[in-house]
């Protein structure tokens, strides 16, 4: 998903049709007559989007299309209502551009109206979320560390979507490993292998990486000595947006 910038005055000016086709709903996203599952809209906006875009609430960091507070921060911040940003997320990913990155048919129906609730809602918004919301999405890396077995060390790609490891930490003993990265998310990782803690600086010299997978496990085999080693997905901008970890090796 690869939602476009939005100027003020195009937010304005979809923001007064809106008015007129939602009737009145005061400042908030949702439509008179509709209760938006928020919580299946961040869990499907993580899944889908977020690999894309960033989103602060959703804690996501893509950066292969336009950050979303920031595209639609001097529009709220000039009184357009947030139904209007439900209103111009719909109208995207119903019509995306054909020379974007967007595919056609990403979302539609109640799944659509629950993403696009939740960006609305959430967009442009200080604080992080609460109550259920705020544990809808597991946070990245947060998983029990991976240990490794008889020489194989399992490390998952975050099946939800997010540009993140299932955990960001691994352990190992001295010798000959292979890592395999199991991935269910839909997204292209892989995972490489390097010597120190570089974390999202990097890059250090490369010991060894995988191939890239969208759905299935990559795998990497490499001798490993005492100490430290970071393992990230070299995606362009994965790194940089959380996917890594630290490797103990005794």
């Known amino acids: 998903m690869s939602i476009r910038v939005i100027t003020s005055r195009q937010l304005a000016l979809l923001g007064g049709s809106g008015a007129l086709l939602l009737g009145a709903s005061g400042c908030g996203a949702v439509k008179r007559g509709e ?3 928020l919580i299946a809209g961040k869990q499907e906006f993580v899944a889908k989007c977020g690999a894309c875009h960033t ?26 209502r947030r139904s209007a940003v439900r209103t111009v997320v719909e109208g995207q990913v119903e019509n995306p551009n054909r020379f974007g990155v967007m595919p056609s048919g990403l979302a539609s129906g109640a ?6 609730s939740y960006i609305a809602e959430s967009v442009d918004r200080p604080g992080k979320d609460s109550g259920l919301l705020a544990t809808a999405v597991q946070a990245p890396g947060a998983g029990k560390p991976a240990v490794e077995k008889a020489g194989k060390l399992e490390i998952p790609a975050d099946s939800s979507g997010q540009l993140s490891y299932a955990t960001n930490k691994a352990s190992a003993t001295a010798g000959s490993v292979t890592i395999t990265m199991p991935n269910t998310s839909g997204v292209s990782h892989n995972i490489a292998i390097e010597a120190g803690t570089a974390g999202a600086s990097g890059p250090g010299p490369v010991l060894a990486a995988s191939q890239f ?11 490993l000595k005492p100490g430290t080693y970071t393992f990230f997905c070299q995606a362009p901008g994965h790194r940089a947006a959380g996917m890594y970890g630290t490797l103990v090796v005794k």
């Open 213 to 223: 997978v969208t759905k299935g496990a990559a795998s990497v085999s490499l001798k």
């Open 55 to 80: 989103l602060a609430r959703a804690e996501t960091k893509g950066t292969v299309g336009p950050n979303l507070d920031a595209a639609f921060s001097a529009s709220l911040s000039e009184g357009e």
């Open 111 to 116: 799944t659509l109206t629950n993403i696009a």
């Open 35 to 37: 209760n938006p599952n």
